[in-house]
Nanobody, 127 residues
Framework: QVQLVESGGGLVQAGGSLRLSCAASGRTFSTYAMGWFRQAPGKEREFVAAVSRNGFDTYDADSVKGRFTISRDNPKNTVNLHMTSLKPEDTAIYYC????????????????????WGQGTQVTVSS
């Protein structure tokens, strides 16, 4: 069982930055690929970014390329999402997720690849 706890959300003006963090329980964090997803009101949950278990490979949605950066710190059991140049359309609840079945690769774009999810953290970008 893996528990994921997100933090770092909040209210920011358009053009600003936020850094989200996700802390994972357990001693096998380095064996999981990790991802971030988001869900805006009335919309389906969508992929934002993912990172392979060793941190060498990252994957980004087209909508956040060049603005968001995912990274992980395996000794600290954390995965981060650094968000810059934020836009009102980035407003959503952001969820951290862990995949025990896929270490890297395009499967990580799909929410079905993930086995554990955090409760989410709200990000609101004002115009």
């Amino acid at each position: 069982q893996v528990q994921l706890v997100e933090s770092g959300g909040g209210l920011v003006q358009a053009g600003g930055s936020l850094r989200l963090s996700c802390a994972a329980s357990g001693r096998t964090f380095s064996t999981y690929a990790m991802g971030w997803f988001r869900q805006a009101p009335g919309k389906e949950r969508e992929f934002v970014a993912a990172v392979s278990r060793n941190g060498f490979d990252t994957y980004d949605a087209d909508s956040v390329k060049g603005r968001f950066t995912i990274s992980r710190d395996n000794p600290k059991n954390t995965v981060n999402l650094h968000m810059t140049s934020l836009k009102p359309e980035d407003t959503a609840i952001y969820y951290c997720a862990a995949s025990t079945r896929y270490y890297s690769g395009p499967y990580l774009y799909s929410h079905s690849a993930y086995d554990y999810w955090g409760q989410g953290t709200q990000v609101t970008v004002s115009s």
